[in-house]
């Protein structure tokens, strides 16, 4: 095992997969190299309570890079994911890289890219109810029945969409979800729309759309109550009538890059068929 750093200042946080024992022990590991090399360590509790940290350490899998992610951009915090799941796609280091992981923000040899975040907001009788921000995409659907959504972008109408839902993905997210359901791989800040499994509908391919477009979403489907869905792990419970916003979030994820592959090294490609 190599040594830390001799002198790295900073504060940081580490946040870990409760369902993995590797993880948990990766976090006290970590917390010792960077106690080690002169940095303070703080929980991901003590950073919503205020504490204020120059970059998170995530280990887990995508699920809780995405989660931290979600956290702390408003705070401003970068977040480096080191995959200790199953793919970790989204993750910039595997457990084996876990030391220079640590030293890389201990010695601040890194950038921050910055991501967008699609922000969803559910009007009720034009009261809004529920908002949330995801990195990756928003899913209108999770339902067992088809689905009737209506479509506006920029306040033109868009038609109907018959089928198991809509995806609206981010750049970082068009690599997951809206991928596997035939949708088309970002190389910039945009955002995509995929109407998923429809039976008929008026977006007769995926489309690709500017940062600065808004679109609404409005559920005409009768007697179906389908799920708005962040990132596959916040969700909301819309009745007929219910309209969604999806817009650019004016926040934006950071995410922590040691420069370790190029551009176009981050294209992984899942053996079955998944890209990221």
Not at 77 to 88: I, M
Not at 193 to 221: F, Q
Request: aromatic residues 6%.
């Amino acid at each position: 095992m190599s040594q830390p750093p001799a002198s790295a200042p900073g504060r940081f946080a580490i946040v870990a997969s409760e369902s993995r024992e590797s993880a948990r022990k990766a976090a006290e590991h970590s917390r010792e190299r960077f106690l080690q090399a002169g940095a303070e360590v703080y929980s991901l509790e003590q950073v919503l309570a205020g504490q204020q940290v120059d970059a998170l350490l995530s280990l887990g899998g995508d699920g809780t890079l995405l989660h931290a992610a979600r956290l702390m951009a408003p705070r401003s915090v970068p977040v480096l994911g080191v995959n200790f799941g199953r793919l970790g796609y989204l993750c910039t280091a595997q457990e084996n890289q876990l030391d220079d992981a640590v030293d890389a923000l201990c010695a601040q040899t890194y950038q921050v890219e910055a991501r967008d975040m699609v922000r969803t907001r559910v009007y009720n009788r034009r009261e809004e109810v529920w908002q949330v921000d995801a990195l990756n995409e928003v899913l209108v659907g999770g339902s067992t029945r088809t689905l009737t959504l209506e479509l506006w972008a920029n306040g033109e109408a868009l038609g109907l969409v018959r089928g198991d839902g809509v995806i609206v993905a981010t750049r970082t997210g068009s690599s997951a979800y809206a991928y596997s359901a035939g949708g088309p791989i970002l190389l910039m800040e945009a955002l995509v729309l995929v109407a998923s499994n429809e039976i008929t509908s008026s977006i007769a391919t995926p489309v690709v759309l500017p940062s600065s477009v808004s679109l609404r979403l409005a559920n005409r489907s009768r007697g179906v109550r389908p799920y708005v869905i962040a990132d596959g792990q916040k969700d909301y419970q819309i009745d007929e009538g219910t309209e969604i916003e999806i817009t650019t979030s004016p926040v934006k994820a950071l995410l922590v890059d040691p420069g370790w592959v190029s551009a176009v090294g981050k294209l992984k490609v899942d053996p079955g068929g998944s890209v990221a």
